[in-house]
């Protein structure tokens, strides 16, 4: 027995040697490659079964409903069919709207000077409504002046009927308005008439820069400027205006408060470029 040499600490171990792998036969190689392919079916069919009991997905391939239209059809005009001209409007801008419905047939002309949220002038707005087979005009003078304020977008409270005032159209049921914007209050009178012979409504209100009371008398002489432009062969609606233009009366400084005065030859103060000459004196108590 041959001695064995003692280790030293400063040679190294001999490594020791590498397992050996056995040999993979070609059948076996086989059936390895099938079970993988198997597994990989089967992550596969998971995936696809996931996608379908999924929820859909906020972006849809379908098509989406569409917005329903509106019943009118808006048609912005430089000039309407009716036309409103005085001197206390003057200088303030203002737009004619034409509305046609879709289906009945019925007209809506709208005229309107200033601006709601505009306090420096005053804010008015005309709307002759002649309906069609889609509906008819409102015989409550209160619901009328809601509707066409809520059709207008303005922020509005009516209290009425305040009264009546005297048009050359005949007695109209005055409603009294109060407009609130962002910026402060504004008192507003209304008027609202149905008149069967001609076959259409009539709205109308006038809004002051502030929180004055409109006077009865300025809602009066604006109406009485209202007049026909184009009639579209409506036999109807040229007589309704031939008679209402006899009616017409003028304004004067002695009633502007309360309504028209009568017919007479005196120039009408509101043509007047001259501030007319107030009579009588004001005296302390």
Known sequence: MQPQEPLSVFRKPEPAPAPRIPAISPRKRLTLSRALAAVSAAVLLAVVAADLVSPTPAKSSVPQEPQPRSAWLEIPRASGAFDLSSPLLSGIEQSHMTRRHRTGNGRKDIITFGAPADAAV???????????????????????????????????????????????????TTVDMQLTTANRSRNCLA??????????????????????????????????????????RDEKLIDFFAKAELNRSFCDARNT???NAPRHNAPDWLDSKAIPVLRGKISAR
């Open 191 to 232: 008027a609202s008439g149905k008149f069967d012979a001609a076959g259409l409504g009539l709205v109308i209100w006038y809004c002051n820069p502030g929180e004055e009371i409109v006077a009865v008398g300025q809602l009066a002489c604006l109406l009485d400027r209202l007049s026909l432009v184009t009639s579209g």
């Open 122 to 172: 005053p804010f008015v707005r005309v709307s002759i409504y002649r309906p069609g087979s889609e509906g008819a005009v409102s015989i409550d003078p209160v619901e009328a002046v809601a509707a066409e304020a809520l059709d207008a977008r303005i922020d509005a409270e009516m209290k009425g009927p305040a009264g009546e005032v005297l048009t050359k159209f005949g007695g109209l």
């Open 257 to 259: 408060l309360y309504g």
